[in-house]
């Protein structure tokens, strides 16, 4: 059973102003704090915490509710990186074409234009490294939302 949303939010906020810095030169998100972000953003890094969970489960780690925040025990090897952030660009990718969004250049989120809406096969390697980033938080998340994480026996 997941906690309630305030830790969700504060999640997502966390995870924003840790990786604006990282956000590719053409995001208007790149120097805007959560606080000040749309809420279809705000949205967006709420599912991205969520999804945290489904992509530790789809690498065939045990996740278990406990409902209490901890500190995380595992570290994810390169490999499941590497797989979790194939995972998690595609489930950005199908959020983002439900959304309206549509591949192109340059990049216009008021026109709903993103370069990165691509196969994984596609993505240069600094667009790769930022799925990277965020799946590499997904131990952290889990715990954080009350789940512990650990490797089959």
């Known amino acids: 059973m997941p906690l309630p949303d305030p830790p969700v939010e ?14 590719d030169t053409g995001s208007p998100w790149r120097r805007t704090a959560y606080a000040d972000l749309p809420e279809e953003i705000k949205a967006a890094n709420r599912e991205q915490v969520l999804a945290a969970v489904d992509h530790l489960r789809s690498l065939g780690l045990r996740v278990e509710a406990t409902g209490t925040p901890h500190d995380p025990v595992i570290e994810l090897t390169a490999e499941e990186v590497d797989a979790a952030a194939r995972a998690e660009h ?28 691509e196969p994984w096969e596609a993505l240069d390697e600094a667009t790769r490294d930022r799925d990277r980033d965020r799946v590499r938080m997904a131990p952290f998340l889990a715990a954080r939302l009350g789940y512990s994480v650990s490797r089959p026996a």
């Not at 997502?12 to 840790?18: G, K, V, Y």
């Open 10 to 23: 504060a999640l997502a906020a966390w995870m924003h102003e840790r990786l604006r810095d990282r956000l």
């Open 90 to 117: 595609e489930r950005w990718v199908a959020a983002k074409t439900a959304a309206g969004y549509r591949h192109g250049r340059p990049r216009d989120d008021g026109a709903r234009v993103h370069p990165d809406l």
